[in-house]
């Protein structure tokens, strides 16, 4: 809805988006409830990379089709390591995406279909 779409640009513009074009945003700022929630609409227009810092005990779960449908080129999820599903359509059709880094999904015991479908362009999957 509208507050939502509301109160997630106002956290983005906290992000920290500068010439690299890289979004650096806290990941338990967008978890509700636990569940981690990132949607292609909320990317702002010029990044090409993003980065979810700050690890927390209590997000323990990503949405579904978080990411996708997005252009951007690079995703790291640093702060996801305590997370143990990932919903079904993660970085699904993700066609500009290049390198993601997974390294911190070890205690992930669920993970959804559809899990990086139809990337075509994905060179470097780092894995734990």
């Known amino acids: 809805?509208?507050?939502?779409?509301?109160?997630?640009?106002?956290?983005?513009?906290?992000?920290?988006?500068?010439?690299?074009?890289?979004?650096?945003?806290?990941?338990?700022t967008f978890a509700d409830s636990g569940c981690l929630e990132f949607r292609n609409e909320w990317i702002p227009e010029g990044v090409l990379s993003i980065l979810f810092t700050n690890p927390n005990p209590s997000v323990t779960s990503v949405a579904p089709n978080f990411l996708a449908l997005s252009n951007i080129t690079c995703v790291d999820l640093l702060g996801l390591q305590y997370v143990t599903s990932v919903g079904t359509g993660f970085l699904l059709n993700c066609y500009s995406?290049?390198?993601?880094?997974?390294?911190?999904?070890?205690?992930?015991?669920?993970?959804?279909?559809?899990?990086?479908?139809?990337?075509?362009?994905l060179e470097i999957v780092d894995f734990c």
């Open 1 to 28: 809805d509208a507050s939502t779409r509301e109160k997630v640009g106002e956290l983005i513009k906290k992000g920290s988006f500068g010439s690299d074009r890289i979004l650096r945003l806290d990941t338990p």
């Open 97 to 121: 995406l290049k390198t993601v880094n997974l390294t911190c999904l070890q205690n992930v015991s669920s993970i959804g279909s559809h899990f990086l479908s139809r990337c075509t362009l």
